[in-house]
């Protein structure tokens, strides 16, 4: 599948959303569910400046649709999200049959940026999606966006 023009206001929305975790001090990360007819279902950032580094959106947005959704309304939604699943987050959205995922920035791109900004890497090993739940049908890195993604994560680890 390819990302059409008219999904772009979703990643854009996670853009925002990525920006407003930055505003609060948090990591640049932001993500949308979005149900089979098109409506925003749910919303969240990156909240891990809370001390639980496990607040990531994506998997905030798979337990949510878990105590929201059926399974059917599940596997037809999409997760929109500012950067690839993370390990964690793939295998949560795998586990409650979540449908397909549209990232702005890979996860092998963010590791790029953050090697040449010096970051320390994560405790967990940065895997793309496929890696970890092989039957998610997964579409990004998305060109147009990437380099405000790219931006916002330089501004979260130099202040500039
Ligand atoms: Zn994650």
């Not at 793939?90 to 702005?104: E, P």
Request: overall charge negative.
């Amino acid at each position: 599948m390819v990302v059409k023009d008219t999904e772009l206001p979703y990643l854009r929305r996670c853009v925002e959303l990525a920006a407003r975790a930055l505003d609060a001090g948090d990591e640049p990360f932001g993500s949308v569910l979005v149900g089979a007819d098109g409506t925003v279902l749910a919303e969240d950032h990156n909240r891990v400046a809370s001390g639980d580094r496990t607040r990531h959106p994506e998997f905030d947005l798979a337990r949510w649709s878990a105590a929201h959704m059926s399974p059917e309304e599940r596997a037809g939604a999409t997760v929109y999200t500012s950067g690839e699943h993370c390990p964690m987050c793939s295998a949560a959205h795998a586990w409650v049959g979540l449908g397909r995922i549209v990232y702005v920035a890979s996860s092998e791109q963010l590791g790029g940026w953050l090697a040449e900004l010096g970051v320390p890497a994560p405790p967990v090993r940065t895997l793309a999606v496929r890696e970890v739940a092989p039957d998610v049908a997964v579409d990004g890195p998305v060109p147009e966006l990437v380099e405000e993604v790219h931006a916002l994560h330089r501004r979260f680890h130099t202040g500039r």
